[in-house]
């Protein structure tokens, strides 16, 4: 096995073992959706129409809950170290980090996403709209915020200030996210319009985040 699968293997026991994030996340995102309703109301309608945009709160703050144990174990045990003198360029050791991050954590959401909106009255149509949306869209949550987890990496406590970091630049992804959705059953704005946004941001994040996050990480190394 190559490194980088050798790397992605570990990272994915990481995030699935007993308190590694992945179960937490999926945990969360469950509690965060099942309790929304709760506070709408019994108006089923209302529920149906704000239904995307719980889902994708849901996945955002699910993912930002694992994101500060991103590279927090490797400067725990030593392994930052050893990564930041290796062979493998610090880019590819992100992407690879950030890919098994998504597959052990943001992936499980998009898979719950059809149940949950079910438990919200949304139609078919937005369902699999939204679920499409969460699949092209929560990749660049995790890879913004590898940015802030490489950040905030030196500090023991930083989880708040990566949210602080990254929430701002997940606006964008979360606009766009939600309008596809959104536009799929009821909106006039044609789906493919804000669908191909939100794809164009996940390609640039997903160019932008190894970089921005290697590039800390070597400061943070400093």
Same mark, same amino acid.
């Given at each position: 096995m190559s490194a980088r699968g050798s790397l992605f293997v570990r990272e994915m026991k990481l995030a699935t073992r007993v308190g590694g994030g992945a179960l937490m996340g999926a945990l969360f995102f469950l509690i965060v959706v099942t309790v929304v309703p709760f506070g709408?109301?019994?108006?089923?309608?209302?529920? @149906?129409?704000?239904?995307p945009a719980?889902?994708?709160i849901g996945a955002l703050l699910a993912t930002l809950l694992s994101l500060d144990r991103l590279f927090?174990?490797?400067?725990?045990?030593g392994g930052l170290d050893l990564i930041l003198m290796g062979e493998t360029p610090l880019e590819l050791v992100v992407l690879v980090k950030c890919l098994a991050h998504w597959t052990a954590t943001g992936l499980p959401l998009v898979v719950a996403s059809p149940l949950l909106a079910v438990f919200m009255n949304m139609e078919p149509l937005a369902i699999g709209a939204t679920s499409l949306t969460l699949l092209v869209g929560t990749p660049a949550l995790t890879f913004v915020?590898?940015?802030? @987890?490489a950040l905030t990496v030196s500090l023991r406590r930083g989880g708040l200030l990566l949210a602080i970091l990254?929430?701002?630049?997940?606006?964008?992804?979360?606009?766009?996210g939600v309008s596809a959705a959104t536009a799929a059953v009821q909106d006039p704005v044609p789906f493919a319009t804000p669908f191909s946004i939100l794809? @164009?941001?996940?390609?640039?994040?997903?160019v932008l985040g190894p970089i921005a996050g290697a590039a800390a990480l070597r400061f943070a190394g400093d």
């Open positions: 709408v109301g019994p108006d089923l309608n209302l529920l @149906a129409r704000i239904g719980i889902l994708w927090q174990v490797d400067r725990d045990d915020g590898a940015i802030g @987890a990254v929430l701002p630049l997940t606006v964008p992804v979360m606009i766009f794809a @164009a941001l996940g390609l640039f994040s997903m």
